[in-house]
């Protein structure tokens, strides 16, 4: 199977800056699309950012210009750099991965989310 492990969150002030991880282990035969979803209290589940294995990108309207997605292939892994963060990016982040396995059956995985408190 396939592990995503996000870390990076935590509380930051008004205009401060994050970056997030996740790291993704197990039968990897390769990554497709990763993404970062995130979800506050009472609202759905919406994209940040996702990144293709090739690198393009695309971004939620809500953090163009702030938030920057990038991978390391070599590690399995994606980042999320989150500069001038407001009070509405607070929520839970989540790491998603497009992956083909070893086995050759491609699914989509989730981490277990990381928690962003953006507040004074």
């Known amino acids: 199977q396939v592990q995503l492990v996000e870390s990076g969150g935590g509380l930051v002030q008004p205009g401060g800056s994050l970056r997030l991880s996740c790291a993704a282990s197990g039968s990897i035969r390769r990554i497709n699309a990763m993404s970062w979803y995130r979800q506050a209290p009472g609202s759905q589940r919406e994209l940040v950012a996702a990144?293709?294995?090739?690198?393009?990108?695309n971004y939620g309207d809500s953090v163009k210009g702030r938030f920057t997605i990038s991978r390391d292939n070599a590690k399995n892994t994606v980042y999320l750099q989150m500069n001038g963060l407001k009070p509405e990016d607070t929520a839970a982040y989540y790491c998603n991965a497009d992956v083909t396995t070893h086995w050759g059956i491609r699914s989509n995985y989730w981490g277990q989310g990381t928690r962003v408190t953006i507040s004074s």
């Open positions: 990144i293709t294995a090739g690198g393009n990108t």
